[in-house]
């Protein structure tokens, strides 16, 4: 079979790229996914992912080799494996990130990338409750909620804390301003999470131009003599199949297995390649390096009153909450659980906020065995976490072998610069800092971990290293800029010196965006396909 384009990964970029490839009936569109249908209520309900957070049959369930910084562990690296792709399975916070960190992405080489050529994207994609303004729209697909319209009393408690420190309070991460504290917007829409395949895959799916085949593997892609892109080879159900791209075939499968597909079809560093006996068709050392994540640590308090664990810890609790979600699509289950948050300057030195905070009105460990599921803490708790904005460590990804079945190699080297452990400290001694104002103290019975008493650098560095996780936010592993040796896509999303290929997904940032990164994805769907659409537009 042969099509116009070939996507392979209905994830947050592909479901995007479907629909506005195929939104005229010029093209005839293929979306290849691993994974199967969306269709399970637990994709709908917002709280729903923590029934998908360890789930094989959704979520590739991937780990990174342990780290070194980080007591050797091993940590847990959930990616979605379902129509929807990650942002099936994610938390639903919607942050764009700050100007500067798409101006660096211009400034890197890359014209057409700067905040204010993106900011268009952004407002494209969105449909915001505050309406058509200079920093939003009204009439997007993904559906904003604000959350403070829904969120825990405490969290209040939360932002009184904030604005004791003197911490400016925020009202829109989205908006003019970047700083402060507030409570998260996130893409929800009339209580249902608004992911990319719920807001602009499902409407296109009735359209005679776009396929969708499901548990399609993408093993590998195929050249001509000329490294243009011709075919994508698929197992699917046991079953290998080769389907045709007339025009291009767009790698959308996320930072951890667009690097592994373009390794695996040979499009990579030459003695990676050679070192598992796959045949070079183009040395591109890029493929895989300069992975990113953000790198967290939560921090436990006891409370002297009711949190959410009361409220979703008891059977009457969720018996409520579940009646209040199916009568009025509203109550805990209609948000995500990460409520209050901010962006802060770790040192008075920043000159733009260097650290995400979290504050979460329920507490709930996140186990060690990915199988097991999470509960909420039994007694009244709340979490403090945090992240660094813009960690410079710097990973990779590697095929481990020769095999699709395989998982790769993911190293993200965490903590590897003085700059990330220098934010690691800072960031455990704001929460610290917050913890001790009056607001928080009258919501305290018990700092439980760490220990109160854990208030020196080396004991905080400590702690950090022996319980941080990810924040679940890879990317950068097939970055965009001019120079083949240190790039893996021009600023048109084009793999270098390849034809008809290109990526568009989380694995293209030159360097990680500064919040949770799903708006900044699909903005580069969204603008990625424009960039498609005008190219092959002008060569009908
Ligand atoms: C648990 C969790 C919580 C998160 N919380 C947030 C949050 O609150 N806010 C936020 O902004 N971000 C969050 N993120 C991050 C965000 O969701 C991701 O960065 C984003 O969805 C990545 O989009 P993508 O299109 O690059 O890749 P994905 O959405 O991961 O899509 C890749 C798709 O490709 C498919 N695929 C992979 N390999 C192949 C292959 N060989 N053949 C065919 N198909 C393939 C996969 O199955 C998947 O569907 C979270 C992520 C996780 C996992």
Same mark, same amino acid.
């Given at each position: 079979?042969?099509?116009?384009? =070939? ?14 490839? &195929? ?19 637990? @994709? ?13 049959? *959704? ?19 959930? %990616?979605?494996? !379902? ?11 919607? !942050? ?25 994207? @952004? ?11 200079? @920093?939003? &729209? ?58 990319? &395949? ?36 698929? %197992? ?6 080769? @389907?045709?791209? %007339? ?20 499009? #990579? ?51 409520? #909450?579940?009646?209040? *979600? ?70 990779? !990804? ?11 190699? =993911? ?17 455990? %001694? ?83 965006? &500064?919040?949770? =990164? ?15 659409? !005008? ?6």
């Amino acid at each position: 079979m042969t099509f116009d384009f =070939i996507i392979v990964g209905a994830g947050s970029a592909g479901c995007i790229l479907a629909n506005r490839l &195929s939104q005229s009936d010029r093209y005839s569109v293929l979306l290849l996914e691993a994974g199967g249908k969306d269709s399970s209520y637990w @994709f709908k309900l917002p709280l729903g992912f923590a029934k998908t957070y360890a789930n094989p049959k *959704y979520n590739w369930m991937y780990h990174s080799e342990p780290q070194a910084q980080l007591a050797g562990r091993r940590l847990y690296a959930p %990616r979605g494996k !379902v129509q929807g792709g990650s942002g099936a399975i994610n938390a639903m916070i919607y !942050v764009r990130g700050q100007p500067h960190d798409f101006d660096d992405w211009q400034a890197a080489g890359n014209p057409g990338w700067g905040y204010r050529d993106l900011l268009p994207y @952004f407002k494209k994609l969105e449909s915001h409750p505050l309406g058509d303004t200079a @920093f939003h &729209s009204a009439s997007g697909p993904i559906g904003i909620s604000q959350m403070r319209q829904q969120a825990h009393p405490i969290c209040d408690d939360y932002l009184e804390a904030c604005r004791q420190m003197g911490y400016p309070l925020n009202d829109d991460f989205n908006g003019a301003q970047f700083e402060g504290a507030g409570i998260y917007d996130a893409n929800i829409r009339n209580g249902r999470r608004d992911s990319s &395949s719920a807001a602009y895959l499902h409407p296109a799916l009735p359209r005679p131009n776009l396929k969708l085949e499901y548990h399609a593997l993408a093993e590998r892609i195929l050249f001509d003599e000329s490294k243009r892109a011709t075919a994508v080879a698929v %197992r699917q159900h046991g079953v290998s199949r080769v @389907f045709k791209a %007339r025009r291009e075939v767009i790698v959308a499968a996320g930072a951890v297995d667009s690097p592994k597909l373009l390794q695996l079809s040979g499009v #990579a560093d030459a003695a990676l390649l050679a070192s598992h006996a796959i045949p070079l068709m183009h040395h591109l050392p890029a493929v895989g390096r300069n992975l990113q994540d953000h790198l967290c640590a939560s921090f436990y308090f006891k409370a002297n009153r009711k949190t959410l664990n009361d409220d979703l810890g008891s059977l009457g609790g969720q018996l409520k #909450a579940g009646l209040q *979600y199916l009568f009025k699509r509203s109550g805990p289950l209609a948000l995500s659980v990460n409520q209050a948050g901010g962006f802060f300057k770790g040192t008075d030195q920043e000159q733009h906020p260097n650290l995400q905070l979290y504050f979460n009105p329920l507490s709930y460990a996140v186990p060690n065995n990915p199988q097991a599921k999470l509960k909420p803490d039994p007694y009244s708790g709340f979490l403090l976490f945090f992240n660094a904005c813009r960690p410079s460590s710097r990973g990779s !990804v590697q095929i481990a072998a020769n095999d699709v079945m395989l998982p790769p190699r =993911i190293q993200p080297n965490y903590l590897s610069t003085q700059k990330d452990v220098d934010e690691a400290i800072q960031g455990c %001694r704001l929460i610290r800092r917050l913890a001790a104002t009056p607001a928080l103290q009258r919501i305290t019975a018990q700092q439980l971990r760490p220990a109160a008493s854990v208030t020196d650098a080396a004991g905080l560095l400590q702690f950090f290293r022996e319980q941080a996780g990810s924040i679940y936010h890879l990317c950068g592993s097939c970055a965009m800029g001019p120079d083949p040796r240190t790039a893996v896509v021009s600023s048109t999303l084009k793999v270098h010196g390849m034809a008809g290929l290109r990526v568009v997904d989380a694995s293209i940032f030159p360097n990680i965006t &500064s919040a949770n =990164i799903n708006a900044a994805v699909m903005m580069v769907a969204e603008k990625g396909a424009e960039q498609i659409l !005008v190219e092959h537009d002008g060569l009908a």
